[in-house]
């Protein structure tokens, strides 16, 4: 019996796994096309429940071998990705052009040193440096890099890095203007190094 016959026969359109497991139900049916779809629309010694169930346990069944399947994959996967750092070697990485963490740290544990605000560190560039303080963002931590054995880097998360003061000849703010971003450390400005 052809798929089109069945659905003209009984008005239900299946999909193509519940169409096999009518097929197979059909081949083992005692009467013809005309019977057996008559047999299937009244139930009859729940035939269409016997398919339909046949139908659902075939569906969960290929449900849990794609799931199985997949786990498997994911696994596989994370033995490659595990391997393939081994064989980078990744290892921490600053940039020696910006401030290395330890300086920034020594500073902020130094007797003395304060913590400034936004307005606070816009207000020291400003009369030191002369940047327009509409214009300025402060940026409060730095990003955390690793590198490669073949120089390629990747960025792993963010340390805090707010704006700090001590002295005069001893502080340190990062931040942009217009399309710029700086450091000044120690009253000495210079770019910062992506």
């Given at each position: 019996?052809?798929?089109?016959?069945?659905?003209?026969?009984?008005?239900?359109?299946?999909?193509?796994?519940?169409?096999?497991?009518?097929?197979?139900?059909?081949?083992?049916?005692?009467?013809?096309?005309?019977?057996?779809?008559?047999?299937?629309?009244?139930?009859?010694?729940?035939?269409?429940?016997?398919?339909?169930?046949?139908?659902?346990?075939?569906?969960?069944?290929?449900?849990?071998?794609?799931?199985?399947?997949?786990?498997?994959?994911?696994?596989?996967?994370?033995?490659?990705?595990?391997?393939?750092?081994?064989?980078?070697?990744?290892?921490?990485y600053e940039d020696k052009d910006n401030v290395q963490q330890e300086e920034y740290e020594k500073l902020a544990k130094a007797a003395g040193t304060k913590e400034l605000t936004d307005d606070e560190a816009k207000e020291l560039l400003y009369d030191w440096y002369g940047f327009a303080k509409e214009k300025i963002k402060i940026l409060r931590s730095v990003p955390v890099y690793e590198v490669n054995r073949h120089r390629q880097l990747r960025k792993t998360g963010e340390i805090d890095r707010p704006p700090l003061y001590n002295a005069t000849d001893?502080?340190?703010?990062?931040?942009?203007?217009?399309?710029?971003?700086?450091?000044?450390?120690d009253d000495t400005l210079r770019p910062y190094m992506h």
């Open positions: 019996m052809m798929l089109e016959e069945f659905e003209k026969r009984t008005g239900y359109f299946p999909t193509l796994e519940e169409y096999e497991a009518i097929e197979q139900a059909y081949m083992s049916f005692d009467g013809d096309k005309d019977a057996f779809c008559k047999a299937y629309k009244k139930n009859e010694g729940g035939l269409a429940e016997k398919i339909q169930y046949k139908t659902n346990l075939q569906r969960i069944n290929t449900q849990r071998e794609t799931e199985k399947t997949l786990e498997e994959y994911k696994a596989k996967i994370a033995k490659l990705e595990k391997s393939l750092e081994q064989e980078l070697e990744w290892k921490t001893w502080h340190y703010i990062r931040f942009n203007c217009g399309c710029m971003c700086y450091e000044l450390q």
